[in-house]
């Protein structure tokens, strides 16, 4: 097993993902967010957006205890800048259709705003970019779920983290697809 980073934009799947991966590989999983809530890496609470406004540096400190001591695990979350590059062997990109992330987010209860910010970033592969930026493009592999379920993510992650296939990216590309379907305007 390795040390893997499991990420996306919010409502995509990471944390489904990364406890069947857990399960299947016994190690454990840490959720970045449960990591800087418990460990006080919180500055403050946002109410309109429903969420928590993290102390990047302070949590990738408090990581670094964490994932040294452990030889095989699994985190996940969307906080891509809060994770010690050098801790991670592999970075998977969880990416997921922008309408059908803006329908789980609504049944989900997310603030209008949250949903147009989460979608919208997941529209400019915020996380892609960010993981290639922090991690090295060799490390990231990117996975479109919008047609897989649960079984076939964690199959394809598992065939990289094996090393049966190489990791790859760049090739999810929603403002072709949502111009393609006459959506794009919606979303920006």
Known sequence: MRRVFITGSPGVGKSSVARELGVRYKVPVLDIAEVAIKRGCIRRYIKEFKTFEVDVISLREELELLLGKLRSFIIEGHLVEAVPEYLIDLVVVLRLHPKVLEDRLISRGYPKEKIKENVLSEILDACLLA??????????????????????????????????????????????????????????
């Open 131 to 188: 993981s290639i930026s922090q991690f090295g493009s060799e490390k990231v592999h990117e996975i479109d779920t919008t047609n897989k379920n649960l079984k076939e993510v964690v199959s394809e992650i598992s065939e990289v983290i094996e090393g049966k296939v190489k990791p790859r990216h760049s090739f999810i590309d929603w403002i072709a697809t949502l111009e393609e379907e006459g959506t794009l305007d919606k979303y920006l």
